[in-house]
């Protein structure tokens, strides 16, 4: 594999544990997703420091694109480690798993020359996406078109649906596939949710297919036998293991924070708790082993999906020109991102919410317009709001400032010595704007390979 050059990107857990013992540093994204996340926790594993590196909250719902030279890996499931070859991989009880795209990515890196399996860890406490969720995700976002609301643009791929189950508690774990009842279980459910189907298509209207229902259960019972030779374990037992023997681990969290369920633009939202608080409860480790936040932003702002986009570029050939530039099309759906300028209002928010402390800035080389802009504040009613609003269709005008642009100038830089004096200008920019909060850049990437990136402080 080829080593990183850049070898000061993460200096701040180049660092021992409280009393011998290891730590937990966390990643999250601090827009609307999408940031890049994926290279960023790459990036940090190549400096040996972790010896694992855990997914405590989504699903299948989530893409991290990674790239090792000329290999491209798109993970849903598995953690982003796994292009590190002597990295662990946990999944958390806070994870809903695909069992299907699961299987598949695992096929897929070992395609690539990477077999995950001898190290990776399922928690038996993790939940199960049945093969019936994703048609309940499909028939949940037709019941809103017909009553005449607005999609939440879910991925269809079932997640809410089960974390629904979740919380009634009647969702299938990971760990009911080895009883001897699963298949009770399986089917006492399965009854619960075509119930439920036959509802949204007798009184909503919503159609669906008996043949294609048949062809998934087909495809998720395959699925389950290969699962089943997987190490399923109690891995909140495993990692607090690992931390007691002076290892340290790197928690993943998927979607961003600007989506979580309880804080983000409710209910254009994923369906599970976003922000690192939640690394104790979806990975089961004590709050106190927990250590650096990494937030990662990009250099503008993406949204995909429903709700309102208060940052969003106004031209849309321009906006169309950063999503074709900045490949800004999801990983998962293929949806086109709406694109918007660097959301400054709603970054101290997340930032506010996460504790991240140190942030990656990634897409800085992309760069349209010679000028462009970043939002500082929100308004409603033309009166400037001093806290983040309840929904975001009450923002009805945002605050700007403007700035030179840089152009491609900055593609493949390594060095911020050579970086465009507008690029510079810019990311001082910043990080004055947040420097009451306590953060510092870490790193900017400036491209879309695992180099393409420079120190901003060592």
């Known amino acids: 594999m080829k080593k990183v050059k850049n070898k000061k990107a993460c200096p701040p857990s180049l660092r021992s544990g409280v009393s011998g013992r290891g730590f937990v540093d966390v990643v999250v994204g601090l827009q609307w997703g999408d940031e890049g996340k994926g290279k960023n926790i ?5 400096h040996k420091v972790y010896s694992g590196v855990a ?6 719902n989530a893409g991290h694109t990674l790239k090792c030279e000329n290999k491209t890996f798109i993970g849903h499931i598995v953690p982003s480690g796994c292009l590190q070859k002597n990295i662990e991989l946990y999944i958390g009880n806070g994870v809903v798993v695909d069992v299907i795209s699961l299987i598949k990515e695992i096929s897929e890196l070992k395609k690539l020359g990477f077999n995950v399996i001898p190290r990776l860890y399922i928690s038996n406490r993790a939940k199960l996406v049945s ?9 949940e976002e037709f019941y809103r078109n017909n009553k005449g609301e607005k999609k939440v643009g879910t991925t269809l791929k079932g997640i809410g649906p089960t974390y629904a189950d979740v919380r009634a508690r009647r969702a299938l774990l990971i760990g009911d596939i080895l009883l001897p009842d699963f298949k009770i279980k399986e089917r ?3 009854e619960f949710h075509k119930n439920f189907l036959n509802m949204y298509k007798k009184k909503y209207g919503f159609k669906f297919s008996e043949t294609e229902i048949k062809k998934a259960k087909i495809k998720w019972q ?8 997987l190490q399923i374990c109690d891995v909140s037992y495993l990692v607090q293991k690992r931390l007691k023997e002076g290892k340290n681990i790197l928690a993943e969290g998927s979607q961003a924070v600007m989506l ?7 209910p254009n939202v994923t369906s599970s708790n976003t922000l690192p608080a939640n690394v104790s409860l979806g990975l089961g480790v004590p709050h106190t082993y927990i250590q650096t936040i990494y937030g990662v932003i990009k250099a503008y702002t993406t949204k995909v999906g429903g709700g309102d986009f208060p940052a969003r570029i106004k031209d849309a050939s321009l906006e169309k020109l950063f999503q074709d530039a900045g490949g800004e099309f999801g990983s998962t759906t293929g949806r086109p991102r709406m694109c918007g300028w660097l959301d400054l209002f709603a970054l101290r928010y997340a930032i506010g919410l996460s504790g991240a402390n140190k942030i990656f800035i990634n897409k800085a080389d992309i760069c349209l317009t010679n000028k462009i802009k970043v939002v500082t504040g929100y308004k409603h009613a033309g009166e400037k709001l001093k806290e983040f609003p309840l929904y975001l269709n009450q923002v009805t005008d945002v605050v700007t400032e403007e700035m030179p642009g840089w152009g491609y100038a900055n593609y493949g830089v390594r060095n911020k010595e050579k970086i465009s004096l507008e690029l510079s200008s810019y990311l001082k920019y910043v990080e004055n704007k947040l420097s009451d909060l306590d953060v510092k850049i870490v790193s900017v990437g400036t491209g879309p390979d695992r180099e393409h990136f420079f120190n901003w402080n060592d």
């Open 222 to 229: 395959s699925a389950i036998k290969k699962l089943k030779k």
């Open 131 to 139: 093969y019936l969720h994703p048609f309940l995700d499909q028939a």
């Open 188 to 190: 006492n459910l399965s």
């Open 42 to 46: 790459d990036e940090l594993l190549s």
């Open 260 to 266: 979580d369920i309880d804080f983000g633009d409710y």
């Open 55 to 60: 997914r405590f909250q989504g699903g299948a």
